[in-house]
Every structure is written in structure tokens, then in C-alpha cells.
């Protein structure tokens, strides 16, 4: 079936950085995607999300950029921190139904001081 | 505002056993939504409810189920328990059709 995947399975980046988490989606009939920062011990928090009808999508220090060419995604994060640290998922969804996502296996970010 | 809130954080439970985990949805929400994640995977769909009736199911055997109450709080129930059950529980929950999910910070099942 289809599955949302993340290029890299890690990314280090130095405090102050800018991080790029990028993602690959199979389906071209998903039309909603959903960036969630996952902490040790807790649930998926959401970030960040974008309908295929826009082409980037800006938050607080975030920003989420669709491809739909190529089917890719990624999350930038403006001025990293090390409360940044943490696994992100990027999710899809097709149809609009927001409460079945199908989730990519996760980038591990870690900030260096 | 209290989030997604979910009971037991933590359980222990043999082979063959029953569980029930419980869910409560952030005020408002009408559709809860549950997810197992196994370490070191994303969360994979099981569950979703609105209105108490059941508008989704994921690849899981029948010794899955759930519910879901009129006040929209909802329990997930899995039967005949095997060691591959272990995993991380996620219920969550959503304003509407096209509004994001919300989660819980899940409960943790370990079947021994």
C-alpha cells in the first residue's frame, strides 16, 4: 500500500542552524499533509500543515514546502534549538479525512550546542 | 484547555489476555481517531470514530475493536493478546473533517 517516506533516517545540525527534514510521498491523490515533531515518551505534536493547493505554508520559525511534481515535501526550521530535538513525521492523508493519516517511518533531528 | 488525554500511560499484560485503553477527546472534538506506533515506526492507523460509529478501520484483525461514548470519550479493546501487540497506543482527536489531528501522549502496552 502506499506510504509516506523520509530520505534520512538522522540529521544533526548545529544550534542556530537552519534545518531542512524533507519527505517523499507516493500517492498523487493525497491532498493533505501534516508535519508532527514526536519528544521522547510523548504523542505527536502537530507543527505545521499544507493543502495540495498551495505550494508553501509559513509558522513561527517553520515553514512547509510541497512539490507536487515530484512528490516531495520538507519542513524548515528557522534558527534551530535545542528544544528542537526531537523525530519528525510527515503524514498524508487522502481525501480530505484528516483522522486517517498514513505516517512516514520518522527523521531523528538532533541539535548540537 | 486539556488536550487528548488517555489512561493508562503504562500496562503490563501476559498472552492471551484482554486489554482496554481509554481515551478522552480534547472538548469539542467529535472524532477520535486510534493508532498503534511499534518503536521506531511511525503510527499506523487502527480506529476512527465520530458520532459513535465507526468511519474508519486500518489493516488490524478482529481482535481489535473500539467504541466510542455519547459524551465522545472512547476505549480501544484488544483481545487474545501476542507479544507483537506490544507498542505505544495512540488515541487522537479532531475538530472537524479538514482540521488537524490532535494526539495524546498514548499508552504504553507491553505484553510479556
Known amino acids: 500500500g502506499e506510504s509516506v517516506g523520509l530520505h534520512l533516517p538522522t540529521l544533526s545540525v548545529q544550534e542556530g542552524d537552519n534545518s531542512i527534514i524533507n519527505c517523499a510521498y507516493s500517492?498523487?491523490?493525497?491532498?493533505?499533509f501534516i508535519w508532527y515533531k514526536q519528544e521522547s515518551g510523548k504523542g505527536p505534536q502537530f507543527i505545521i500543515d499544507?493543502?495540495?493547493?498551495?505550494d508553501k505554508r509559513q509558522g513561527q520559525r517553520v515553514t512547509v514546502l510541497l512539490n507536487k511534481t515530484v512528490k516531495h515535501l520538507s519542513l524548515q526550521i528557522a534558527a534551530t534549538q535545542p528544544g528542537d530535538s526531537a523525530v519528525y513525521f510527515c503524514?498524508?492523508?487522502?481525501?480530505?479525512?484528516?483522522?486517517?493519516?498514513?505516517f512516514g517511518q520518522g527523521t531523528t533531528l538532533q541539535v548540537k550546542p | 484547555d486539556a488536550g487528548v488525554t488517555q489512561s493508562p500511560t503504562h500496562l503490563i499484560k501476559t498472552r492471551g489476555q484482554q486489554v482496554t485503553l481509554r481515551c478522552s477527546p480534547i472538548?469539542?472534538?467529535?472524532?477520535v481517531s486510534w493508532y498503534q506506533q511499534v518503536l521506531g515506526q511511525g503510527p499506523q492507523f487502527i480506529f476512527q470514530?465520530?458520532?459513535?460509529?465507526?468511519?474508519g478501520r486500518g489493516n488490524f484483525p478482529d481482535r481489535f475493536s473500539a467504541r466510542q461514548f455519547p459524551n465522545y470519550s472512547s476505549e480501544l479493546n484488544v483481545n487474545a493478546l501476542l507479544l507483537g501487540d506490544s507498542a505505544l497506543y495512540l488515541c487522537?482527536?479532531?475538530?472537524?473533517?479538514?482540521?488537524?489531528?490532535?494526539f495524546g501522549n498514548g499508552t504504553r502496552l507491553t505484553v510479556t
Open positions: 487522537a482527536s479532531r475538530e472537524g473533517y479538514n482540521s488537524p489531528l490532535h
Open positions: 500517492n498523487s491523490a493525497s491532498d493533505y
Open positions: 499544507i493543502r495540495s493547493n498551495m
Open positions: 503524514a498524508e492523508t487522502l481525501g480530505g479525512n484528516t483522522g486517517k493519516l498514513i
Open positions: 472538548s469539542g472534538h467529535k472524532s
Open positions: 470514530y465520530y458520532e459513535k460509529e465507526e468511519r
